[in-house]
Each structure stands twice: as C-alpha cells, then as structure tokens.
C-alpha cells in the first residue's frame, strides 16, 4: 500500500454536477496537503491542514470545498466548476516541516 | 518575482551520461530547504533530495546528487549514469520557514528525455 492514496485517479464532471476527490495517508504525518498542476504552469498550493486544521488557503475560489476530518484523510469537495479547473490534484502530506510526499493524482476533466 | 526559476523546459542525455538540471531561488530567508521531485507521466511526485540551507554539504542519495551553491541560489541537481527510467518531469521546490514552514514553492519543471 502506497503512503499516500489519491481516489479517483481520473474523474470527468459537468459544470453542474458535485463530486469529491479523496486523500489517505498511512505515515502517520500532521500536515496535509492539495495542489492543482495545471499544464505549464507550477504547481500551486491550495490548501494546508495541519493536526486537522487549516492554516492555509491560497485564494482558492469557493468552488473548491476543503475537508480533513482526521490527520489522515482529506477530501477536495467540487462543486460548479469551471473547464479551466481541468487540471491534476495533488494530495501530499508531511511531518512537520520535513519533504512532503505526494499522492498519484487526480485527474479532473469539466466538461 | 519568481522564487523558484528552472530555466530549462525540456533537456536531453545519452543513457550512462551525466547530466545537470538547473534551479535558482530567490528567497531572504536565512533558514529554508531546497527539494527535488520527479514525476514520471504517471503523475506521482516522487522525492528525490533534500537540501538544508545551513547544510554544509552537499546532498548527495544514490545516483542524485545537489550542487548546492548559496552565494548564487542555486541548487542544481546532477544525475550520473542515466538510465531510461529517469525520463520524466523534474521539479526544483523551496520551503522557507516563515509562514509556518509548511509551504513548498514550486518551479515549472524540466522534462528530461533518456536517449538510447
């Protein structure tokens, strides 16, 4: 089992249609993550959670609903989006202050 | 301003060669690390390389290796003796330790081919 489990890989939405992507992590880490990586673009933290709370959120449009009920799990709830969301999301997760490690992705296809 | 800058989007090596991809940062920060990532097109960020800015060394992990070079902000990362499966997109990423230390900034990447 990965440390860092992304469910699901691939999701194609409507713009009207709600859907929630899903981030487990089993190292026991404090700090979650989501990034979006557009093409050519950089990465681009989203939010931050750490020991469930958020401390950080990066201008993100309320479109993108964050969720960490525990230290382990994260969930990206997605609601209205917009064609130019279409991009991959990154879950990562770490302790302290230390590497993150990432998850495989999720990539989001608004149609 | 950019904070972290890699400056060449796609680059080419010969299998068994050597080859150096570039990244410079910007921060003022006195305390802050410097990391390495490979995404293969699978889409995984995987980690490669950790440097500490106070580190006196250079970060060395198997076949990677950081030219660390503080006076430049640089950090560069060299690969000896590649091989095939090391074609994929590499990302420099910074984390300074003002805003509780959790952020990491990322570059645009460069995407490394491995030639037979």
């Known amino acids: 089992e990965?440390?860092?489990?992304?469910?699901?890989?691939?999701?194609?939405?409507?713009?009207t249609n709600k859907k929630?992507?899903?981030?487990?992590?089993h190292l026991g880490h404090n700090a979650m993550y989501w990034y979006k990586q557009s093409?050519?673009?950089?990465?681009?933290?989203?939010?931050?959670?750490?020991?469930?709370?958020?401390?950080?959120?990066?201008?993100?449009?309320?479109?993108?609903?964050?969720?960490?009920?525990?230290?382990?799990?994260?969930?990206?709830?997605?609601?209205?989006?917009?064609?130019?969301?279409?991009?991959?999301?990154?879950?990562?997760?770490?302790?302290?202050?230390?590497?993150?490690?990432?998850?495989?992705?999720?990539?989001?296809?608004?149609? | 301003a950019q904070k972290i800058t890699q400056t060449q989007p796609g680059m080419f090596v010969q299998e068994k060669e050597a080859v150096t991809l570039d990244c410079t940062y910007d921060t003022s920060d006195p305390s802050y690390g410097l990391f390495w990532y490979k995404q293969p097109s699978s889409g995984e960020m995987i980690f490669l390389i950790y440097q500490g800015s106070y580190d006196?060394?250079?970060?060395?992990?198997?076949?990677?290796?950081?030219?660390?070079?503080?006076?430049?902000?640089?950090?560069?990362?060299?690969?000896s003796a590649s091989q095939l499966g090391d074609s994929a997109m590499y990302f420099c990423a910074m984390r300074e330790s003002t805003g509780g230390g959790n952020k990491l900034t990322f570059g645009t990447g460069t995407q490394l081919k491995v030639e037979l």
Do not use: W
């Open chain 1, 2 to 15: 990965t440390g860092v489990t992304q469910t699901p890989r691939h999701l194609v939405m409507g713009m």
């Open chain 2, 56 to 79: 006196q060394q250079n970060a060395t992990e198997g076949r990677y290796s950081l030219n660390f070079q503080k006076a430049r902000k640089s950090a560069n990362l060299v690969i």
């Open chain 1, 39 to 111: 093409a050519k673009k950089p990465l681009e933290l989203m939010f931050v959670y750490n020991f469930k709370e958020q401390t950080e959120n990066n201008s993100v449009p309320s479109r993108f609903s964050p969720e960490c009920p525990n230290s382990s799990h994260l969930f990206l709830h997605l609601h209205t989006l917009q064609p130019e969301d279409s991009a991959l999301y990154l879950c990562a997760s770490s302790q302290d202050s230390l590497s993150a490690f990432f998850g495989q992705g999720t990539r989001l296809t608004v149609v």
């Open chain 1, 20 to 25: 929630s992507l899903k981030c487990e992590q």
